[in-house]
């Protein structure tokens, strides 16, 4: 006779498709009368490398803390390989590596000796963790310093040791939460290296970040997040392909105020303004350039700078919502 958690682990599995490593299902979360997280939404398969691209406040850490079971969502379920986040929180811990935004180090202890102490939070043996400890400092390029404090480390080199204590219990899956912030161009390569290392060895990945040249050579599929919904999601190919833009002409204004606007408004009405920058997002800037130049000069409008931007995440962010991914 199943017992009664048995049955529900059986629901569980019934009800998500086998295919997925990562099962999110609308979930939610407030803080205060704030909702954070207003239903988000996704899957990913074994292997894949999945990246979670938005602005700050978007909503990317509390999907993180709440996949790693830092936070509890209000609603929502999570399935991570079968087992269902809530009941089987353990067990999925056990194959899951977490490496958090801000950087989980002690100071005062070497490298070496703060990832002797996290692989005994995840309970790897000692020997088999001493090994794995220094296999992992010679990935991440740090071997001869192993000895040194953390203290005494520059800020790409303790990036390094924090997604390094994440991999000490081999996880099949690891979320990554904007782990190449505030950092040298040697320690992004270094990490990035690694982390297509990772994604080649087929461990499933949710790698968080505001930057989308990283989402765009990294992840095999993005979810754009933005104000705790996800608002579109795909390969880059397929982000671009369904976007309605194919491009933007970025003016710059000299002076923009309510009246300057309005008349632009008359020329093209989905247009955007931040500051005095406004965006007209068209299909083909070739053939629109020039009428919006000649429709300004008519205007009286005077302006400093014109761009042409082709679509990528950024400019589909843009016409999404309006702001840029790094404001
Ligand atoms: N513990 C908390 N209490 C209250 N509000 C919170 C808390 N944690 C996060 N928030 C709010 O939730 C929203 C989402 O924050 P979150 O940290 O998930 O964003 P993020 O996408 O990770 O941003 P960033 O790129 O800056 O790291 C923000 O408005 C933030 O202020
Ligand atoms: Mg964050």
């Known amino acids: 006779m199943p017992n009664v958690s048995n049955i529900h682990t059986l629901n569980s599995i019934k009800k998500h498709s086998a295919e997925n490593m990562i099962e999110v299902k609308n979930l939610k979360k407030s803080f205060g009368d704030r909702e954070v997280l207003k239903g988000i939404n996704f899957s990913i398969k074994k292997g894949e490398l999945y990246g979670l691209l938005g602005p700050n406040g978007a909503g990317k850490t509390t999907t993180i803390s709440i996949l790693s079971s830092l936070l509890i969502a209000d609603s929502g379920e999570v399935f991570i390989e079968n087992l269902n986040l809530r009941t089987d929180t353990n067990a999925i811990k056990r194959i899951t590596g977490v490496v958090p935004q801000e950087i989980a180090l002690y100071n005062d202890?070497?490298?070496?000796?703060?990832?002797?102490?996290?692989?005994?939070?995840?309970?790897?043996?000692?020997?088999?963790?001493?090994?794995?400890?220094?296999?992992?400092?010679?990935?991440?390029?740090?071997?001869?310093?192993?000895?040194?404090?953390?203290?005494?480390?520059?800020?790409?080199?303790?990036?390094?040791?924090?997604?390094?204590?994440?991999?000490?219990?081999?996880p099949k899956i690891l979320f990554l939460d904007e782990p190449t912030v505030g950092i040298d161009p040697q320690s992004r390569n270094l990490i990035f290296e690694v982390i297509e290392k990772l994604h080649h060895e087929r461990i499933t990945i949710i790698y968080t970040t505001h930057y989308m040249e990283e989402a765009e050579r990294l992840c095999d599929r993005i979810g754009i997040i933005d104000n705790g919904e996800i608002?579109?999601?795909?390969?880059?190919?397929?982000?671009?392909?369904?976007?309605?833009?194919?491009?933007?002409?970025?003016?710059?204004f000299s002076g923009m105020n309510n009246d300057n606007y309005k008349k632009l408004r008359s020329f093209r009405s989905d247009i955007k303004l931040t500051e005095n920058?406004?965006?007209?997002?068209?299909?083909?800037?070739?053939?629109?350039?020039?009428?919006?130049?000649?429709?300004?000069?008519?205007?009286?409008?005077?302006?400093?700078?014109?761009?042409?931007?082709?679509?990528?995440v950024e400019t589909i962010f843009l016409n999404l919502t309006g702001k840029q991914l790094r404001d």
């Open 109 to 170: 202890l070497t490298a070496l000796e703060n990832l002797m102490f996290w692989g005994g939070i995840y309970n790897v043996p000692k020997q088999e963790l001493s090994q794995k400890a220094n296999e992992l400092l010679q990935l991440f390029g740090l071997e001869d310093r192993k000895n040194d404090r953390i203290k005494n480390y520059s800020g790409g080199m303790k990036r390094r040791i924090n997604i390094a204590a994440a991999l000490l219990h081999k």
């Open 231 to 252: 608002i579109a999601e795909g390969t880059l190919e397929e982000l671009k392909k369904n976007s309605p833009v194919k491009e933007i002409i970025s003016i710059t």
């Open 277 to 312: 920058i406004v965006h007209f997002y068209t299909s083909d800037a070739k053939t629109e350039l020039p009428k919006l130049v000649s429709f300004c000069n008519q205007a009286g409008l005077e302006f400093n700078n014109i761009e042409i931007l082709k679509t990528n």
